[in-house]
């Protein structure tokens, strides 16, 4: 890790974790070439953080793996992001981890566990532990089905408008066919457009709550405190 050049985007958020701060101290550009862990470090000396923090944030961001969306129709129907820790959880871990994705998400969930792997799932909604090398992966991923099928039924209904239209202009009736056609146009205009309005805030929410486990998961938990 130390010999890894770091973007300005991950420069600002390493800064951003280190100083426990929303947003990152004012800092230098980087350069077109990225910043090594030890430039890092000498920056964060010049502001005021410790070099252990800075060093802490850069494995966060190491840590946060690879983040992705899934697209219908151009808008986000779901969100996934993989963790990549170089050990292993102990089962004790593995227990604080589901009491952290309880709280998270706001979901009881269930867990299974079979063999080396360890899962909990709540509907679409998952977080696989899987052994990858020496030490584990964590998959979280989840899909807004809900949104999918309205969508579908809205173009399902805007659909039927129009063969309902051309119908009704082939025919030559005497009724008139347009309250009929404006009410499933509208309707399937309204499912469609529900969801399209929903799904950009969702995507960003779980995106964040997905990120969140990242710095959970850098280090291994210190030793239980003395007790006298």
Do not use: C
């Not at 985007?9 to 030890?38: C, K, M, N, W």
């Not at 808008?75 to 959880?89: N, S």
């Not at 950009?200 to 779980?206: E, I």
């Amino acid at each position: 890790m130390a010999d890894r050049r770091y973007t300005e985007e991950e420069v600002a958020a390493i800064f951003r974790i280190a100083a426990e701060e929303p947003q990152s101290p004012l800092l230098p550009a980087a350069r077109a070439d990225g910043l090594t862990l030890a430039e890092l470090q000498e920056i964060g000396g010049e502001v005021g953080i410790s070099a252990d923090a800075v060093a802490q944030a850069a494995k966060v961001i190491a840590l946060q793996g690879r983040a992705g969306t899934r697209s219908f129709l151009g808008l986000p129907i779901g969100v996934e992001r993989t963790i990549v820790l170089d050990r292993r959880l102990s089962d004790e871990e593995w227990e604080r981890l589901v009491v952290e994705l309880r709280e998270v998400f706001g979901a009881k969930g269930t867990v299974r566990v079979v063999g080396s792997l360890r899962e909990w799932t709540n509907g679409n909604l998952q977080a696989l532990l899987e052994p990858s090398g020496t030490g584990h992966r964590l998959r979280l991923r989840t899909m807004k089905e809900s949104a999918r099928i309205s969508i579908v039924a809205g173009l399902a209904m805007f659909g039927m408008a129009g063969v309902v239209a051309v119908a009704a202009a082939l025919g030559g009736g005497t009724g008139s066919p347009l309250p009929g056609v404006a009410f499933l146009a509208l309707t399937g205009l309204g499912f469609i457009g529900s969801a399209a309005l929903r799904l950009p805030g969702w995507a960003r929410l779980r995106a964040r709550q997905m990120e969140s486990f990242a710095p959970k998961l850098a280090l291994p938990p210190g030793p239980p405190p003395e007790t006298d």
